[in-house]
């Protein structure tokens, strides 16, 4: 389990995120997670072999072919399920990455330990999106403990 600390680290050291699984649909969590993370300052690289450009970034098949087209890729963000992670965790150190991000759901503990005994922090079953927020002050506030839930934003603010 990665501590508050750890992730802040992360997050601030990490600036390149190859997004593997990203969909260039818009209504996807992938999609979503991505491009809050490029409107944040980071370098979205996507990982979609059926989609030659995603946000206005080239896409690739592959987190090696990336790498060997000169992109440097310092996190490694898997929106994939888990029994895809073992050949993407691979690559992750193979091409020198400092991060394996698991998203919400996806755990594989051996590519963990693996990728731990290769030098590189992981963080499973987590929203690197959620995560940034929480950390960095993104979190919506509107309508935090007014005990009435609903999605219409409120027009003035209460006090």
Same mark, same amino acid.
């Given at each position: 389990?990665?501590?508050?600390?750890?992730?802040?680290?992360?997050?601030?050291?990490?600036?390149?995120?190859?997004?593997?699984?990203?969909?260039?649909?818009?209504?996807?969590?992938?999609?979503?997670?991505?491009?809050?993370?490029?409107?944040?300052?980071?370098?979205?690289?996507?990982?979609?072999?059926? !989609?030659?450009?995603?946000?206005?970034?080239?896409?690739?098949?592959?987190?090696?072919?990336?790498?060997?087209?000169?992109?440097?890729?310092?996190?490694?963000?898997?929106?994939?399920?888990?029994?895809?992670?073992?050949?993407?965790?691979?690559?992750?150190?193979?091409?020198?990455?400092?991060?394996?991000?698991?998203?919400?759901?996806?755990?594989?503990?051996?590519?963990?330990?693996?990728?731990?005994? !290769?030098?590189?922090?992981?963080?499973?079953?987590?929203?690197?999106?959620?995560?940034? !927020?929480?950390?960095?002050?993104?979190?919506?506030?509107?309508?935090?403990?007014?005990?009435?839930?609903?999605?219409?934003?409120?027009?003035?603010?209460?006090?």
């Amino acid at each position: 389990m990665s501590t508050i600390h750890e992730l802040r680290r992360i997050l601030r050291t990490c600036r390149t995120l190859a997004v593997v699984g990203l969909s260039p649909q818009w209504h996807r969590p992938s999609y979503f997670a991505a491009k809050y993370m490029q409107e944040h300052g980071y370098r979205i690289v996507p990982i979609n072999p059926s !989609a030659p450009e995603i946000l206005g970034q080239r896409s690739y098949p592959s987190v090696t072919a990336a790498a060997q087209a000169g992109e440097k890729i310092d996190m490694v963000d898997c929106f994939r399920k888990s029994a895809d992670i073992p050949p993407i965790a691979e690559e992750a150190m193979a091409i020198g990455a400092r991060c394996l991000w698991l998203q919400i759901g996806v755990v594989d503990e051996a590519s963990a330990a693996k990728a731990r005994a !290769a030098g590189l922090d992981v963080v499973m079953d987590r929203c690197v999106k959620i995560e940034h !927020a929480r950390l960095f002050g993104g979190l919506n506030w509107a309508g935090v403990d007014t005990k009435v839930i609903s999605a219409r934003r409120p027009q003035q603010l209460f006090y």
